[in-house]
C-alpha cells in the first residue's frame, strides 16, 4: 500500500510533467486557439502542483519533484517530435497521449492507495478530471 503523502507526490510529479510538456511544445504551436487551450492546461497543472505541495508541505513533507534526467528525455523526445511535424493535430496528439499516460498512472496510484484524508482524494479526483478534461480538448484539433 502506498501512502498519501506518496500519492500527494504522484500527483505533484504528473502535474508538473504535464507543465513540462506544454512548456516543450508550446513554442511550436503555430495555432493560438492550440496556443490558448494548451495555456488554459498549464495553469490547471500549476493549480494542482502548488495544492499537492502545499498539502505535502502542512504533512511535513517537502514535495519531490521531477528528476532532471526526466525533465530533459521529455524535452528532447517532445522537441524533436514538434520540429519535424507542428501541425496542431501533432501536437493535440503527443497531448493526448502525455495526459492517456497521466491517466492510467494515476489510477493505479490512487488504487494502490491507503486513502483516508477527503482532501487527498478530492485533490486526486481532480488530477484525473483535469487530466480527462484536457484529452477532450485536445480532440477538437485532431
Same mark, same amino acid.
Given at each position: 500500500?502506498?501512502?498519501?503523502?506518496?500519492?500527494?507526490?504522484?500527483?505533484?510529479q504528473?502535474?508538473?510533467?504535464?507543465?513540462?510538456?506544454?512548456?516543450?511544445?508550446?513554442? #511550436? +504551436? =503555430?495555432?493560438? $486557439? !492550440?496556443?490558448? *487551450?494548451?495555456? %488554459?492546461? #498549464? +495553469? =490547471?497543472?500549476? $493549480? !494542482?502542483?502548488? *495544492?499537492?505541495? %502545499?498539502?505535502?508541505?502542512?504533512?511535513?513533507?517537502?514535495?519531490?519533484?521531477?528528476?532532471?534526467v526526466?525533465?530533459?528525455?521529455?524535452?528532447?523526445?517532445?522537441?524533436?517530435?514538434?520540429?519535424?511535424?507542428?501541425?496542431?493535430?501533432?501536437?493535440?496528439?503527443?497531448?493526448?497521449?502525455?495526459?492517456?499516460?497521466?491517466?492510467?498512472?494515476?489510477?493505479?496510484?490512487?488504487?494502490?492507495?491507503?486513502?483516508?484524508?477527503?482532501?487527498?482524494?478530492?485533490?486526486?479526483d481532480?488530477?484525473?478530471?483535469?487530466?480527462?478534461?484536457?484529452?477532450?480538448?485536445?480532440?477538437?484539433?485532431?
Amino acid at each position: 500500500m502506498l501512502s498519501e503523502n506518496q500519492l500527494l507526490n504522484h500527483i505533484y510529479q504528473t502535474a508538473e510533467m504535464g507543465r513540462e510538456g506544454i512548456q516543450s511544445v508550446l513554442k #511550436y +504551436t =503555430e495555432d493560438p $486557439k !492550440l496556443a490558448g *487551450a494548451l495555456n %488554459s492546461q #498549464y +495553469t =490547471e497543472y500549476e $493549480k !494542482l502542483q502548488n *495544492a499537492a505541495g %502545499s498539502l505535502l508541505q502542512a504533512r511535513g513533507e517537502a514535495p519531490k519533484g521531477l528528476g532532471p534526467v526526466v525533465k530533459a528525455s521529455s524535452e528532447v523526445m517532445s522537441t524533436v517530435k514538434a520540429m519535424t511535424d507542428r501541425s496542431s493535430a501533432n501536437i493535440a496528439e503527443m497531448m493526448i497521449q502525455g495526459s492517456t499516460m497521466g491517466v492510467t498512472k494515476s489510477l493505479r496510484t490512487i488504487r494502490d492507495c491507503d486513502l483516508r484524508d477527503e482532501g487527498v482524494r478530492r485533490l486526486a479526483d481532480k488530477l484525473l478530471k483535469t487530466e480527462q478534461a484536457n484529452i477532450e480538448e485536445m480532440k477538437r484539433f485532431l
